[in-house]
């Protein structure tokens, strides 16, 4: 049986990767904040095909918890076959008004709490020589948008972290790539003054398809998605 640990699965692109692997009958841990929003995308992957759904309540500003989380993934599941991360946040504020507080937890948010999982879970995925790793990155990973700085910047720094990560799994049965979208018709688009380019379904089926189906050979790759 495949099992996928997916982050920030309550709305958006993370909610439509968990359905999709729901309809290919993925066992799923989603891993998030306690909310109705979380329990709503687990209901629906159960009435999607999962044929086991486990929800897991972790804070992405705590590392306890993460670590907390992926223990209760390890002891349920043993090593996931594919690690998606795709929890993250972006503030909209000018580099003047960005407060130390908005920075930090950009950077714990969008890189530390990735950082933390991978750490936790990648001995019993090397021990098993099998599984994949992505990150949702962005378009922003590779261009500077106003007002957008600290999201930016941990975008950037998400893709270093997993060519840094590519290098050490080289040769070691596991890979590791990052999606990175562009517009994309979610809730964290809205008021950004961009139009959607792309719907959360397509990258959806983008992320399941490195997460499940890619061959190791993409391992370190970057893939950008611009739309139509």
């Known amino acids: 049986m495949t099992r996928v640990l997916i982050t920030g699965a309550s709305r958006g692109i993370g909610r439509a990767t968990a359905i999709a692997g729901a309809t290919r009958g993925v066992e799923l841990g989603l891993l998030g904040r306690s909310s109705a929003e979380q329990r709503e995308t687990a209901d629906l992957c159960r009435e999607c095909g999962a044929p086991r759904v486990l929800e897991l309540n972790a804070d992405a500003t705590s590392a306890e918890q993460l670590q907390r989380a992926a223990s209760e993934f390890l002891d349920a599941y043993g090593p996931p076959d594919a690690l998606i991360h795709n929890a993250g946040i972006a503030g909209r504020t000018s580099v003047e008004d960005t ?18 999982l991978t750490r936790a879970l990648l001995p019993a995925m090397r021990e098993r020589n099998s599984g994949h790793i992505v ?24 893709v270093g972290f997993m060519k840094s990560l590519a290098a050490e799994l080289s040769d070691s049965g596991l890979m590791t790539c990052a999606v990175l979208p562009g517009s994309t018709d979610t809730r964290m688009l809205a008021g950004s003054g961009f139009p959607p380019r792309m719907t959360a379904d397509v990258v959806a089926t983008t992320l399941l398809h490195y997460a499940l189906d890619a061959p190791l050979a993409h391992n370190g790759a970057s893939i950008e998605m611009f739309g139509v």
Do not use: D, M, R
């Not at 920075?103 to 990735?114: F, K, S």
């Not at 949702?136 to 600290?150: F, M």
């Open 135 to 158: 990150f949702v990155g962005s378009v922003s990973s590779t261009l500077g948008t106003a007002n957008l700085s600290a999201y930016c910047a941990t975008k950037w720094a998400i």
């Open 99 to 116: 407060t130390l507080a908005s920075w930090a937890e950009h950077l714990q948010v969008n890189l530390t709490a990735p950082f933390v």
